[in-house]
């Protein structure tokens, strides 16, 4: 048998014919942008591990979210951090509290952005877990639970278009979903944090949401690195409990896991978190004058979509529209 010399470089020949084939195209449609709202007023508190990055108080991430819609970016994650933090969380559900008045106040002012409330504990406990601990300090799951439910009521009530769960606790969609449609919130969405690994990339969030945990690891709840199948299961059972997305966090690490999962399920759609080390690391490196920064940011978003993701979580969204 003879084989001619395929020619593959034709469809390189230039940037018209490079755009004729490219298989994945970044939009702006893709990205949603993450807001840490804190109490007070007139607060932009820079974090000093994420440049360009702010901690905001309700007034100013008004502004920020009628910039950014501006801008054409269409959704937003949002993140509260309150001055007093206790054994439970409380302040995670408390109508007056400054989470879920930030989301009051900005579905109000900016109604055409939609609105994601991420929904944990560990922003809001004394001893920074993602739920209740007994005396040994293990995170308790059925508990954590019924905070949950009181949670995601209250985040709908507010108008948050979509709850996202972040805990990894067993249960949470259903018991949400539960919550949700017993008070007639049907048509809000919970995107799940499907498949979250323990991680050292979510260091500098845990400086931007004072999170860090007070003693101990995730490590009993988040997922194992190692671990790829276990994603599909971790998966499966929010699609079994009525998730309305999936999501892989962290993302450029992760990318393997994204795949598997968009192959296993093609219908749901696929959130992915590109999560605050692998912002800071190009920041970083970008500010030493070490690699171009624009087309390092551009190079690993569009990885993480030809992986298979459908949105992107991304502090670099504002960065992407002038790349776009
Ligand atoms: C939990 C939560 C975390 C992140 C998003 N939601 C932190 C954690 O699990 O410790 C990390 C996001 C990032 O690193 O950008 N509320």
Request: glycine share 6%.
């Amino acid at each position: 048998m003879h084989f001619p010399i395929t020619r593959a470089r034709r469809l390189r020949a230039n940037q018209q014919i490079r755009s004729l084939v490219q298989e994945t195209r970044l939009d702006i449609n893709d990205f949603v942008y993450p807001i840490f709202v804190r109490e007070g007023k007139n607060i932009k508190n820079p974090i000093k591990s994420m440049p360009g990055i702010f901690q905001f108080s309700i007034d100013e991430a008004i502004k920020e979210a009628k910039e950014i819609c501006k801008m054409g970016i269409k959704s937003v994650i949002l993140f509260g951090i309150p001055e007093h933090k206790d054994e439970k969380g409380s302040q995670a559900y408390d109508e007056n509290g400054v989470i879920a008045q930030a989301i009051l106040q900005i579905k109000m002012a900016v109604p055409d952005l939609v609105v994601i409330a991420d929904a944990c504990f560990c922003e809001y406990t004394s001893h920074g877990h993602c739920g209740i601990l007994n005396k040994e300090g293990e995170l308790l799951n059925d508990p954590t639970l019924e905070m949950l439910k009181k949670e995601a009521f209250v985040y709908a009530k507010m108008g948050a278009d979509i709850i996202a769960p972040s805990g990894m606790i067993d249960g949470m969609v259903k018991a949400m979903r539960e919550s949700l449609d017993d008070n007639s919130f049907y048509n809000t969405a919970i995107m799940s944090y499907s498949v979250k690994y323990s991680s050292s990339f979510y260091g500098p969030f845990r400086d931007a949401a004072e999170s860090a945990p007070a003693f101990g690891d995730r490590k009993s709840y988040q997922m194992d690195y190692s671990n790829v199948n276990e994603a599909i299961k971790e998966a499966m059972l929010d699609v079994e409990e009525g998730a309305d997305y999936l999501m892989v966090k962290p993302a450029l690490s992760y990318l393997d896991v994204i795949k598997t999962i968009k192959t296993q399920f093609p219908y749901m759609p696929l959130a992915t978190y590109n999560v605050s080390g692998e912002y800071s690391m190009i920041k970083a490196a970008a500010q030493l004058g070490w690699i171009d920064e624009k087309s390092m940011i551009k190079e690993t978003l569009t990885s993480m979509k030809r992986a298979g993701a459908d949105i992107i979580i991304t502090y670099f969204a504002k960065d992407m529209v002038e790349v776009l």
